[in-house]
């Protein structure tokens, strides 16, 4: 897809950009490329990047005794997820440039379309990594620490695709990996919840993201790119709500152990009805409907969450 600068310039914008985004309708043309390279015209990435760190939060609070969630953990989890998620698409873009290039949905993407140069991709990667950074280091030493160790996963998640079937359970790894800094940045530790909250967001993640490859199914036949969207073929539907039956299950045992109550088991419940929608509707010859469905988790997000906080503040507060 094509738009019009304001110099007349071609603005080429990506297939599966949210239409009429500021970036797209507001951002200066110097601008445009950068924050298409961080994904800032599809906030669901950075979305779904911070669920896991503020369903943490929530549920390290409740087990704690707090009210509610730190406010300030909260926001720094937004910001490092904006800024780690723009720095991950800029590290994936960079290493699959060519493979972009042959796939309909990823051509217009700027390093591909010719619109940032390399080198200014590996630039930009490491200006938000260190905001990155600076995020991190707000946390306690055991966080910071487990922070770090994320990079390994996010530094071969990009690979995946090439050598297996599979590549959403790596992303699981690294988009889960805040269901255990929530946890450590409360408690300075690593426990059984914070554990089965994680385990539970790598089966989601595998039930979204096949969602979302699907729009790309035939593109990556031909390519060789591989993905759970290919190998589950026709059985997506049985597939992907087994492993949202997983995450659900794998979450009600961490919510049990965190010694949660019925609010929040509720907001599981309300969460779980949320996922069986995805599925019932799911049409995986429509690449318009799985792209909103995949979108529609930052909804599923908020069910899940305020669930949590509802219960914290009840104990708190119920009498």
Not at 247 to 255: E, H, I, P, R
Request: aromatic share 12%; net charge neutral; charged share 15%.
């Amino acid at each position: 897809m094509t738009a019009s600068t304001g110099d007349n310039t071609p603005d080429l914008v990506p297939a599966d950009a949210v239409r009429g985004h500021w970036v797209t309708n507001h951002a200066p043309d110097w601008l445009k490329p950068y924050a298409r390279l961080a994904r800032w015209d599809r906030p669901i990435g950075w979305w779904l990047l911070m669920w896991p760190c503020w369903f943490s939060a929530a549920l390290a609070a409740g087990a704690a005794g707090h009210a509610y969630p730190n406010l300030w953990h909260l926001a720094l989890f937004m910001i490092g997820a904006i800024v780690m998620r723009g720095a991950g698409c800029t590290y994936n873009d960079i290493v699959d440039r060519e493979l972009d290039a042959d796939v309909e949905r990823t051509r217009m993407r700027p390093i591909p379309s010719g619109q940032v140069s390399v080198r200014q991709a590996q630039a930009f990667m490491v200006a938000q990594s260190l905001i990155g950074f600076l995020v991190l280091i707000q946390f306690n030493t055991f966080a910071i620490a487990l922070g770090i160790c994320s990079l390994a996963i996010v530094a071969i998640y990009p690979f995946m695709k090439r050598i297996t079937s599979w590549p959403q359970v790596v992303l699981g790894f690294a988009f889960n990996w805040g269901a255990l800094m929530g946890w450590a940045a409360v408690f300075g530790e690593i426990a059984a919840p914070a554990v089965l909250l994680y385990l539970g967001g790598i089966a989601w993640t595998i039930g979204y993201d096949t969602i979302y490859a699907h729009q790309d199914r035939r593109d990556d036949a031909i390519i060789g790119i591989r993905s759970t969207a290919r190998l589950f073929g026709n059985n997506s539907r049985l597939g992907i709500g087994l492993f949202y039956a997983a995450a659900a299950t794998l979450w009600g045992a961490a919510l049990l152990l965190a010694g949660v109550g019925i609010v929040g088991f509720a907001g599981l419940a309300a969460a779980a009805a949320h996922l069986t929608w995805q599925v019932a509707t799911l049409d995986i010859e429509n690449g318009p409907r799985c792209l909103k469905l995949f979108r529609s988790n930052r909804d599923f997000g908020w069910i899940l969450f305020l669930g949590l906080v509802g219960d914290s503040l009840l104990r708190q507060f119920g009498g």
